[in-house]
């Protein structure tokens, strides 16, 4: 994990009154994420609240789509062994993408739940992708034709691809330079069989026109635009950096 967001926000009106984010400069254990966590809270009276509702969002790589047909619970290790390094006494936890016929299986971190259990009480938890791959499907399940959706964090991004409306590739990649973050797009494109000159490509998340990671993308990538969807909270100019968050905005 390469960080920490807090978003609060008033639940009938959606708008928000506190936002922060802590970004490591390394990747941190889940034990440091803890020891980080409880400084951050400890140190911050915003977040010393009983809160009515709680969400967390879990940003990680191990996690695996599969089709809710084919998933048993029982057997949820077995989806993540074979793509992700996960230990025997893992807690795996799914998330059910409601209409869509699909489940994200993957590893939360216990001692935060733990923590925030402890700290706020009962609370809900998702996977990061459940999340993007609900909020794309949504609006996307009668369109017709290839759309590539391109989620960036930091170091990282979300690749996701429909056909028609359905689900053809999800996955995340790690990226260090803008030639990392071009090369995975052309490549999962050339696999696909998709003509970067046309095929409708739309971005979001932590990228702005100004970025060198964009402006790589659209000279190699022509039809390309920044996502455009309602935003679920209200922010003011106060937080303007949380508008790059794209999951706080949209989160179930």
Do not use: W
């Not at 928000?16 to 803890?34: A, C, I, N, Q, W």
């Not at 994200?104 to 216990?110: A, F, G, I, K, L």
């Not at 060198?212 to 303007?240: G, M, W």
Request: glycine share 2%.
């Amino acid at each position: 994990m390469t960080g920490l967001s807090f978003l609060v926000s008033i639940l009938d009106t959606k708008e928000v009154s506190f936002f922060l984010e802590k970004k490591f400069d390394s990747h941190y254990t889940p034990e440091s994420v803890l020891f980080a966590l409880e400084q951050i809270v400890a140190a911050t009276p915003e977040l010393q609240e009983s809160f009515e509702q709680v969400t967390v969002i879990y940003a990680t790589d191990v996690y695996s789509l599969v089709p809710a047909s084919l998933f048993h619970e029982t057997k949820a290790s077995d989806y993540l062994k074979f793509n992700s390094k996960i230990l025997a006494n893992d807690f795996i936890a799914n998330d059910v993408i409601e209409n869509h016929e699909m489940v994200v299986v993957y590893v939360p971190y216990v001692n935060i739940n733990n923590y925030l259990f402890d700290r706020f009480g009962s609370f809900q938890y998702y996977h990061a992708t459940s999340i993007l791959l609900k909020s794309i499907l949504d609006v996307e399940k009668h369109t017709s034709g290839y759309k590539v959706f391109v989620h960036v964090l930091d170091n990282t991004f979300d690749l996701t691809v429909l056909q028609d409306g359905k689900l053809q590739l999800c996955n995340s990649y790690p990226y260090k330079t803008t030639e990392d973050f071009l090369y995975y797009i052309l490549f999962c494109m050339e696999q696909l069989k998709l003509n970067p000159n046309s095929v409708e490509t739309r971005v979001c998340g932590m990228i702005t026109e100004t970025d060198a990671i964009f402006e790589i993308l659209y000279k190699y990538i022509r039809n390309v635009s920044f996502l455009q969807k309602d935003s679920q909270v209200k922010a003011s100019s106060t937080y303007e950096g949380m508008q790059q968050h794209f999951l706080l905005n949209h989160h179930l």
